[in-house]
Nanobody, 128 residues
Framework: QVQLLESGGGLVQAGESLRLSCAAS????????MGWFRQAPGKEREFVAR???????????HYADSVKGRFTISRDNRRNTVYLQMNSLKPEDTAVYYC??????????????????WGQGTEVTVSS
């Protein structure tokens, strides 16, 4: 059982940056693919970014079109932590951001039901 704890959310102005962190415990972090999702008020939870890797230290990342070029996902397997660097934030990025772990390490999996473990979320508000 993996426990995930997000941090780093807050209130920022449009154009500013935030870095979210997700600390994992209770499982073999390096064996999971990790993802970030978000859920805006009144909307369904949506995929943001995913990172997986191979023992040869090759990392593969995948992004939603809406964040491509602005957000960067990364992971530190020694610290059992995944990050989401968010630059050039827009009001439409306002949402609760969730970290998730997936036991299947295929390159691209973007469905909410694809992921096995979830954090409680951290709120990001971007003002215009």
């Amino acid at each position: 059982q993996v426990q995930l704890l997000e941090s780093g959310g807050g209130l920022v102005q449009a154009g500013e940056s935030l870095r979210l962190s997700c600390a994992a415990s209770g499982g073999a972090f390096a064996t999971y693919a990790m993802g970030w999702f978000r859920q805006a008020p009144g909307k369904e939870r949506e995929f943001v970014a995913r990172i997986t890797w191979r023992p040869s230290s090759v990392y593969f990342t995948h992004y939603a079109d809406s964040v491509k070029g602005r957000f960067t996902i990364s992971r530190d397997n020694r610290r059992n932590t995944v990050y989401l660097q968010m630059n050039s934030l827009k009001p439409e990025d306002t949402a609760v951001y969730y970290c998730a772990a997936d036991r299947v390490t295929d390159w691209v999996r973007v469905g909410v039901t694809d992921y096995d473990y979830w954090g409680q979320g951290t709120e990001v508000t971007v003002s215009s």
